[in-house]
């Protein structure tokens, strides 16, 4: 069984920082892409930041220059560094994991981590 855990998510002022982290565990082949989405209440769950094994990187327009993502191979485990986060940051943010299982691509999530920014 594949398991996603998120971590990192919390209370943070206007301006502050937050990392999120994910890690990715269970009987795997290989992964061939792994990234962060949010959902803030109301709207539609999006896209925030992916990495794509052998590929490249890619952020929303929102969160450039704000957000970094990264990977531990190693580890099996998803990074990803906040800073300078708004009000409307404000999100659930869930990792995605894109990976390869006895022969099959498969897309797994974690549960969900809260990010709140509020003064």
């Known amino acids: 069984q594949v398991q996603l855990v998120e971590s990192g998510g919390g209370l943070v002022q206007p301006g502050g920082s937050l990392r999120l982290s994910c890690e990715l565990s269970?009987?795997?082949?290989?992964?061939?892409?792994m990234g962060w989405f949010r959902q803030a209440p109301g709207k539609q769950r999006e896209p925030v930041a992916s990495i794509i094994t052998g590929g490249s990187l890619a952020y929303a327009d929102s969160v450039k220059g704000r957000f970094t993502i990264s990977r531990d191979n190693a580890k099996n485990t998803l990074d990803l560094q906040m800073n300078n986060l708004k009000s409307e940051d404000t999100a659930v943010y869930y990792c995605k994991a894109d990976v390869w299982v006895y022969g099959t691509l498969r897309n797994y999530w974690g549960q969900g981590t809260q990010v709140t920014v509020s003064s």
């Open positions: 269970g009987n795997i082949c290989s992964i061939n892409g």
